[in-house]
């Protein structure tokens, strides 16, 4: 009688367990084997980095950086791009802590637009992968801080989740970032826009059942009830409410409309400082996302929704300056998508603002490969890649191309920045 007792206690153990992995995620990538892949990819990087200080250190910084990243051909990353790892404080001498959610502090085999911005920033001046490990704390974290809590810890509540109110305050303080949108010519035309950032809500929409086994995500089942429970438990409560300003450049002050298209001002986005980060400012109450606004969705109010990295970069004739991706509909066959290389025209060379990101503008599945004969590169459909192609990786990845087409590019038969309601310009933040 006991051990039938036993075998049912036994067995009523293991169906909670299951019960309870049905409300977080375990970490299914081989996470040592990709923090160490981008542990030598950070040495590699700094090795290839400018040393010395210089006026143009900081534009040679983050142009190496670009030169290297978007060679490696790096998918952009929706879920998973970035977490707490098993840190457990600033000075990065302890593992083994717990967290909520667990994926790698920073990663070079996925990343999206913002653990781009985060990963090169963290390279200034960073000429040891010590270096580069405390500056992507001091980046990435902060939050709380401007709530009277301490600074230097390595937790979710930490972490700096919302850019007007986070990202941009805590490294505007610590002296990395100032912001230059209204400098020089732009002072004429700066504006601002506002929403209320409220992290308590949107820590607790995370906490939902229909959406806590994406957002808890840990390296051992053994603690994941444990951290769906920290998240529910009221988590970071000392977070109030505010009301969140952030400055932009209209988008239509840097382009021109011509008949029924719009091309890139050169005159006025070279006056834009770099290098910089560019962050693409919204209207909280125009956002919207399949139908629904994203404040309903989210739990709280966001003003910015997408960031790269500008810098300066100049093209001998000739030369091939970005492979264009255009995509279109069509009614019998879906979606193509057209790959077009761009060359510098002018004899004496082009300057370029140039535009760093981690893009997903294109369709999910599609894969971006390479004729290594032809040097042709192409964005297809996974059943229909092309003939001698070699994959390299997806369409939406780490790319960079000029500034002013990035923001006037068609996709779709649609000026996807310039016809969306709700993008109303960008912040831009000097990189000091």
Not at 89 to 99: E, T
Not at 211 to 218: A, E, F, I, S
Not at 363 to 386: G, I, M, Q, V
Not at 397 to 409: L, S
Request: hydrophobic share 40%; with cysteine; net charge positive.
């Amino acid at each position: 009688m006991v051990r039938w007792l036993l075998i049912l206690l036994g067995l009523c153990c293991a169906l909670q367990a299951r019960a309870d992995s049905s409300q977080f995620t375990v970490i299914p990538y081989r996470y040592q084997k990709i923090f160490h892949q981008a542990n030598r990819d950070v040495r590699r990087l700094i090795h290839r980095l400018p040393r010395q200080r210089s006026p143009h250190y900081l534009n040679r910084l983050v142009q190496a950086s670009a030169h290297y990243l978007v060679a490696q051909h790096i998918p952009y990353m929706y879920v998973g791009a970035e977490g707490e790892g098993s840190w457990c404080g600033a000075k990065l001498s302890r593992r083994g802590c717990s967290h909520i959610q667990q994926d790698l502090v920073y990663r070079t085999d996925n990343m999206d637009c913002f653990t781009l911005v985060q990963f090169v920033l963290a390279l200034v001046d960073a000429h040891s992968l010590s270096a580069f490990q405390q500056h992507i704390i001091q980046v990435d974290y902060g939050a709380a801080s401007l709530f009277g809590q301490p600074s230097n810890v390595v937790a979710y509540y930490n972490r700096n989740n919302f850019v007007s109110a986070d990202f941009n305050p805590v490294n505007q303080r610590r002296g990395w970032i100032r912001d230059v949108s209204g400098q020089g010519i732009f002072k004429r035309y700066l504006k601002s826009t506002s929403a209320v950032i409220d992290h308590r809500q949107w820590f607790a929409k995370k906490a939902k059942a229909q959406q806590v086994k994406t957002n808890v995500r840990v390296l051992r089942a053994s603690n994941g009830a444990r951290m769906v429970k920290r998240l529910r438990a009221h988590y970071a409560s000392f977070y109030k409410p505010e009301n969140v300003s952030i400055t932009y450049i209209p988008k239509r002050v840097l382009v021109v409309k011509r008949h029924r298209t719009y091309v890139a001002n050169p005159q006025m986005i070279n006056q834009i400082p770099v290098p910089s980060i560019v962050e693409i400012v919204r209207n909280v109450k125009k956002w919207k996302d399949r139908g629904v606004n994203i404040q309903k969705l989210i739990g709280s109010g966001i003003n910015v929704s997408h960031a790269g990295l500008l810098y300066a970069e100049h093209f001998k004739n000739k030369q091939i300056i970005d492979q264009r991706i255009t995509c279109k509909k069509h009614w019998f066959s879906g979606v193509t998508c057209q790959v077009t290389p761009v060359r510098c025209q002018k004899r004496h060379g082009c300057k370029e603002i140039m535009m760093l990101a981690a893009t997903n503008a294109y369709p999910s599945r599609f894969l971006w490969s390479e004729n290594k004969k032809t040097h042709h590169y192409y964005c297809t459909a996974p059943d229909n890649l092309p003939r001698h192609a070699k994959r390299l990786t997806t369409c939406n990845r780490v790319m960079a191309m000029p500034f002013g087409d990035y923001i006037t590019r068609k996709e779709y038969g649609q000026f996807i920045y310039l016809n969306a309601a709700s993008i109303l310009g960008f912040n831009v933040e000097k990189m000091l």
